[in-house]
């Protein structure tokens, strides 16, 4: 089968605040708290903490940023790009109060941007952004084309990389409900959709299911600049602030990837995982190629009761 790529998004939106709640254990005969009672209720002021801090980071506003909880070290892993500047860096610390010693602030050279690009090429209207397909799905007996949201708005007409029509960006997400996805409708299905991945060596790799990665997971991309790829998943639930915009639940990969690679799959034999949300990559290197941020695709397919295939 041929690889397509897909997907779309559009506006900011504002992470959900976690509401943790624990109840202590109490004897029968006294109301005496118990010892693993109080250890979960350390356990739970600690989580509360966290949360505070975590959603103090996107309340702040500054653009350019990624967080996450990092469950490992018990803090907030903050990475900003080189375009945060050590005022908006005080001003992340500011917000965050007195969970300001939570933050643990890394700086990396390059820039968070909305690249578009991934898996084979497609392009909208003149002037618009040149991006991949991440995945075809379906919904009976109609066809998408999974891309990233930032690569095209609603109404526009798409085609393949050869200039054949695609069809029309059916619905565009970005930065609504913290997503960055766009499903374009299939014109004529029978001759651009279909269920595989190009692994640009000639051969291509069928999807058949999808699903969500685990931390530490080796995973595969695919996009039109970049071409066939690997890397490993650092993250399944990083907030990132770019663009004016705000996604949320984003999975983070040290997979190099370029602009023109946005929309792109991410995958693991023939599971889907995502589209190719943002990149820091300048050049992909012996010196490494930065991180990748994806949209899962478990967003899309339960919004709209889709399925790869």
């Not at 991440?134 to 109404?155: D, E, I, K, P, Q």
């Not at 023939?270 to 941020?293: H, M, R």
């Amino acid at each position: 089968m041929k690889i397509k790529k897909y997907l779309t998004a559009s506006t900011p939106v504002r992470r959900a605040k976690l509401a943790l709640l624990v109840a202590g254990l109490l004897t029968a005969s006294a109301l005496v708290t118990s010892p693993a009672s109080a250890v979960d209720t350390k356990s739970t002021g600690r989580a509360a903490q966290l949360a505070k801090a975590d959603n103090a980071v996107g309340d702040s506003g500054v653009s350019g940023v990624a967080w996450y909880i990092n469950k490992a070290s018990g803090k907030v892993s903050v990475t900003v790009d080189s375009t945060v500047s050590v005022e908006e860096i005080s001003k992340i610390k500011k917000y965050a109060g007195p969970q300001a010693g939570l933050l643990e602030i890394k700086r990396i050279e390059g820039k968070f941007s909305l690249a578009a690009s991934g898996g084979d090429r497609i392009s909208g209207p003149p002037g618009s952004n040149i991006c991949s397909l991440g995945f075809n799905v379906r919904r009976g007996n109609t066809f998408y084309g999974l891309t990233a949201g930032h690569c095209g708005s609603n109404g526009t007409t798409w085609y393949t990389g050869a200039q054949v029509p695609l069809g029309t960006m059916w619905v565009s997400m970005l930065g609504i409900n913290g997503a960055d996805y766009g499903l374009i409708q299939h014109a004529l299905p029978s001759a651009t959709a279909d269920g595989n991945v190009n692994l640009y060596n000639g051969s291509y790799r069928d999807i058949t299911s999808s699903g969500t990665p685990y931390v530490g997971q080796r995973v595969e991309t695919s996009g039109m600049t970049t071409g066939y790829g690997t890397g490993t998943v650092r993250s399944i639930d990083t907030s990132l602030s770019v663009g004016g915009y705000q996604f949320t639940n984003m999975i983070v990969t040290d997979a190099c990837r370029l602009p023109g690679d946005s929309g792109g799959p991410l995958f693991s034999r023939n599971t889907a995982y995502g589209v190719l949300s943002s990149s820091t990559a300048q050049s992909c290197g012996s010196s490494g190629g930065g991180f990748s941020i994806y949209e899962p695709i478990t967003r899309a397919l339960g919004a709209y009761s889709l399925s790869v295939f």
